[in-house]
């Protein structure tokens, strides 16, 4: 399985962006797709997770402002961001779990918000 992510890019204080993952490949099904971030000197958190019926978890830091969502005919998964904060700024990456549990991640696609 193949991951490729789009729409990072440097964005101000309150501006807004959106990410795509694209998953590519054969004999996989996906259950969970979702986003993950890591900023300089900090572990990779949670941001979105979507699975395959439309329900969706998010971490506390990004609640009201992102929205994740998936086309299951592309198997594509979204990742609207409003409101962008500078502690947002992070590498940006995509994960998906298919129905055997194995994992693949997206090469990571980096967010800046600054003025």
């Known amino acids: 399985v193949q991951l490729v992510e789009s729409g990072g890019g440097l964005v101000q204080p309150g501006g807004s962006l959106r990410l795509s993952c694209a998953a590519s490949?054969?004999?996989?099904?996906?259950?969970?797709m979702g986003w993950y971030r890591q900023a300089p000197g900090n572990q990779r958190e949670l941001v979105a997770t979507?699975?395959?019926?439309?329900?969706?978890n998010y971490g506390d830091s990004v609640k009201g402002r992102f929205t994740i969502s998936r086309d299951n005919a592309k198997n594509t998964v979204y990742l609207q961001m409003n409101s962008l904060k500078p502690e947002d700024t992070a590498v940006y990456y995509c994960?998906?779990?298919?129905?055997?549990?194995?994992?693949?991640w997206g090469q990571g696609t980096q967010v800046t918000v600054s003025s």
């Open positions: 994960k998906t779990v298919d129905l055997w549990g194995r994992e693949y």
């Open positions: 979507i699975v395959s019926g439309g329900r969706t």
């Open positions: 490949g054969s004999g996989f099904n996906i259950y969970v």
